[in-house]
């Protein structure tokens, strides 16, 4: 919350020097390091798979094409917002 509220300060502070400020908040995201942590931890697994609607779990190329899209010219009026990067998975893990 902490992030989105300064996120928010920074796009109206900011915002009349035409300074766009937007987060990404991202979902499970797998790499290579991450599913080995994943897998000492408990995480990641079919059971959470199942809670994410688009049933599977975000690669980083995912969150690198939200940036992209945050930082581009079609995203031109948006500021102050957090992007959710997460399939659909709005409960998340314990």
Same mark, same amino acid.
């Given at each position: ?14 915002? +009349? !020097?035409? @300074? ?10 797998? /790499?290579?390091? &991450?599913?080995? =942590? ?21 690669? +980083? !190329?995912? @969150? ?10 079609? /995203?031109?009026? &948006?500021?102050? =917002? ?13």
């Amino acid at each position: 919350m902490a992030v989105l509220q300064y996120t928010r300060s920074l796009a109206t502070e900011l915002g +009349p !020097d035409g @300074i766009r400020a937007n987060c990404v908040s991202p979902g499970i995201t797998y /790499s290579a390091r &991450v599913a080995a =942590q994943a897998r000492a931890r408990n995480l990641g697994t079919e059971e959470d798979l199942l809670r994410i609607p688009l049933r599977r779990f975000g690669q +980083p !190329d995912d @969150i690198a094409k939200a940036v992209e899209f945050l930082s581009g010219d079609m /995203s031109s009026y &948006v500021t102050g =917002q957090c992007l959710s990067v997460c399939g659909g998975n709005v409960v998340t893990p314990n």
